[in-house]
């Protein structure tokens, strides 16, 4: 379906050109070839390498289900159950779910009153 590629491609490239603030080591089961994830990390700002101080992705393979844990840039780190991936767009979905999980929710600082004040006029 040319039409799905085409969007799935945009959201590819739109993905690369923010992941680079996101950019992390990843790891990947043994069982895994690291030459078909080339193109997924790449597009995703990734490399493959293992953990280390600051944000990172791991990825475990299980059965029915892997494991991603990943840490962000703000220590904490998220578990999730996922399915395995089938192909090159199941191990895009992957990394851009890790990708989307790197960046911490810490609360955003509160505007100066005359920002407020400049956008409220």
Do not use: K, Y
Not at 7 to 18: D, E, K, L, P, Y
Not at 24 to 50: F, Y
Not at 51 to 61: K, L, Q, Y
Not at 102 to 114: F, I, K, Q, T, V
């Amino acid at each position: 379906m040319p039409g799905m590629r085409t969007a799935a491609a945009a959201v590819g490239i739109w993905f690369a050109s923010t992941a680079s603030a996101r950019a992390a080591p990843v790891s990947l089961p043994p069982t895994e070839d690291p030459q078909v994830w080339q193109s997924p990390l790449g597009l995703c700002g990734h490399v493959l390498a293992p953990p280390g101080n600051g944000p990172w992705i791991v990825v475990v393979a299980g059965s029915p289900s892997w494991t991603l844990l990943v840490q962000d840039d703000q220590g904490a780190t998220h578990r999730l159950a996922v399915p395995p991936p089938a192909d090159e767009a199941g191990r895009q979905e992957l990394l851009f779910l890790a990708s989307s999980l790197l960046r911490g929710s810490a609360p955003s600082p509160e505007p100066a009153a005359a920002e407020v004040a400049v956008a409220s006029t």
